[in-house]
């Protein structure tokens, strides 16, 4: 049977609503989304949101996990309950694998976490609008009583494009449990093409596949909506299955969904690791100061002051790393937030590079390392608060010295190079070990060598200006051997 619909009308630019309680989240959003045509409206709070909600008809909202008022939650929970039909997005910087599970079970649409790059939120929104812009036509077809799964699938070319352009895997099955839909994403899972997938029992394809456990779950599902979560390779994605009913509540077909959350668990796994190793890098200085203020106070060496003068230094010193320690966690923590609390400032790199020179001259004479330097005549300053280049150019330096050898160099250079200034901070120190080029980038980690054993640091530092360089539209590169000394390499818009 052919059927041929009524012509949909044009349904105008989309109308998205962003609610996020920081402005400068908003703003960026909303400047995004309107300069590629979307109607765009702002709401700071749950219950200014609620209210749009209420007055408005929105094709997509961006809903903030964590509110002032009200959580992006029972926002959702409030949509699902009247009826909207905006499809809804949960945005937030504490993504985890619980946080996800609880939204798709409340009946969101996509989980983004914090932080996201604009190609990200654009994706996000393109495939939401066609998402909802298919569930109207579908309910249209619905209504209209023209057109069975099957007939959507093979004569609606204009939802069967949209589908097969998501991101998540899709496959639609009707009451046969035959499969009419099946977009790139799904068959690519699958290792099947298109048409060894349609018009085909579902079993066939999933049974032999990676989706072998789902196969059952869709040909007799439990319940209307089932949420699961299955891993296939490295990957994690987020399972479900929904039955389609018609108005007399007989099953017309069912369609599952496979999301990709692989960066939402590795980010619980980062934050896990994350949490473990701060604990240990706080409780081990204070349990050694604890333990030279007890020798003072018991006074296990005698009642001479002197006696006790190298444990209270030790201890002084200790302190010192935990006080700088915290210093480096504010740190890393601010260079998180999507903007710097600072203005970016147009700065030229060579008077901020030799203020940083002159503020590690000590350090620099203490290991007798010589000091270099070269910066290109009519370099174009960059764009970026003042306080961010400080500290990529302070860390990079004080680790230039602290990882060098009595007697080297540290050579700072600014050129530039196409579209960027790169700044280089090249040592003669030891090296880093090419299997660990990688890992120094990321929190607290440090090369365990004999060369290193007695070396304080934190071990943020360099996470700290990946970061810093990042938000400010750069990049931190790196080149070393080990024994022979590393180049640090900041590019930074010119």
Same mark, same amino acid.
């Not at 985890?96 to 649409?109: C, E, F, K, L």
């Not at 240990?280 to 020798?295: D, F, G, N, T, W």
């Given at each position: ?133 298919? &569930?109207? =036509?579908? $309910?249209? %077809? +619905? !209504?209209?009583?023209?057109? *069975? #799964?099957? /007939? ?39 290792? &099947?093409? =298109?048409? $060894?997938? %349609? +018009? !085909?029992?579902?079993?066939? *394809? #999933?049974? /032999? ?52 959350? *692989? ?232």
């Amino acid at each position: 049977m052919t059927v041929t619909p009524n012509p949909t009308p044009d349904p105008g630019p989309a109308r998205i609503l962003v609610v996020d309680d920081e402005y400068g989240v908003r703003s960026g959003i909303r400047q995004i989304l309107e300069i590629e045509g979307y109607i765009v409206e702002e709401a700071g709070t749950g219950t200014e949101a609620l209210a749009l909600l209420e007055a408005n008809d929105y094709d997509v909202a961006f809903l903030d996990y964590r509110l002032p008022d009200i959580d992006g939650m029972s926002i959702l929970r409030t949509i699902k309950a009247n009826g909207l039909q905006a499809m809804t997005c949960m945005v937030t910087a504490y993504a985890n694998i619980d946080t996800a599970i609880a939204a798709t079970r409340q009946g969101v649409d996509f989980f983004l976490p914090k932080p996201f790059l604009p190609d990200d939120l654009l994706a996000v929104a393109e495939t939401l609008v066609r998402h909802r812009q298919a &569930r109207g =036509e579908a $309910e249209r %077809l +619905r !209504r209209e009583n023209e057109a *069975s #799964l099957l /007939a959507l699938a093979e004569e609606k070319t204009q939802t069967h494009s949209l589908i097969s352009s998501l991101r998540d895997a899709v496959l639609v099955v009707n009451r046969d449990n035959d499969v009419v839909l099946a977009n790139r994403a799904m068959t690519a899972l699958l290792g &099947r093409t =298109e048409d $060894e997938v %349609l +018009r !085909r029992p579902a079993d066939e *394809s #999933l049974r /032999a596949g990676p989706l072998g456990s789902l196969a059952g779950q869709l040909a007799a599902p439990q319940k209307d909506r089932t949420v699961g979560q299955l891993s296939i390779g490295e990957r994690s994605y987020m399972t479900s299955i929904v039955t389609f009913r018609a108005e007399d509540g007989v099953a017309l077909g069912r369609i599952l969904t496979l999301s990709d959350i *692989s960066q939402v668990r590795r980010l619980a796994l980062e934050k896990e690791r994350f949490i473990r190793t701060m604990v240990h890098e706080l409780k081990s200085p204070l349990a050694a100061v604890r333990s030279l203020i007890e020798v003072t106070t018991d006074k296990s060496l005698g009642d001479d002051l002197d006696s006790y003068l190298p444990m209270l230094r030790r201890a002084e010193d200790r302190i010192d790393g935990l006080v700088q320690l915290i210093g480096d966690l504010l740190a890393l923590s601010r260079s998180e937030q999507a903007e710097s609390a600072g203005d970016p400032e147009l700065l030229e790199v060579e008077p901020v590079a030799r203020t940083i020179l002159e503020a590690h001259a000590e350090r620099l004479a203490a290991r007798n390392v010589t000091p270099q330097t070269e910066f290109e005549p009519g370099l174009a300053p960059v764009l970026i608060p003042a306080d961010d280049l400080d500290t990529i150019l302070s860390n990079l330096l004080g680790n230039a010295v602290k990882y060098n050898r009595d007697g080297g160099t540290v050579a700072i250079r600014a050129r530039r190079d196409g579209e960027w200034v790169r700044i280089d901070v090249q040592d003669t120190g030891i090296g880093i070990a090419t299997e660990h080029l990688e890992d120094v980038l990321r929190e607290f980690f440090r090369e365990k060598r004999p060369e290193t054993r007695d070396l304080e640091g934190s071990g943020l530092g360099l996470a700290i200006v990946k970061r810093l360089a990042e938000r400010a539209g750069g990049r931190l590169e790196l080149v070393s051997e080990e024994g022979s000394g590393s180049t640090f390499s900041v590019l930074l818009p010119a």
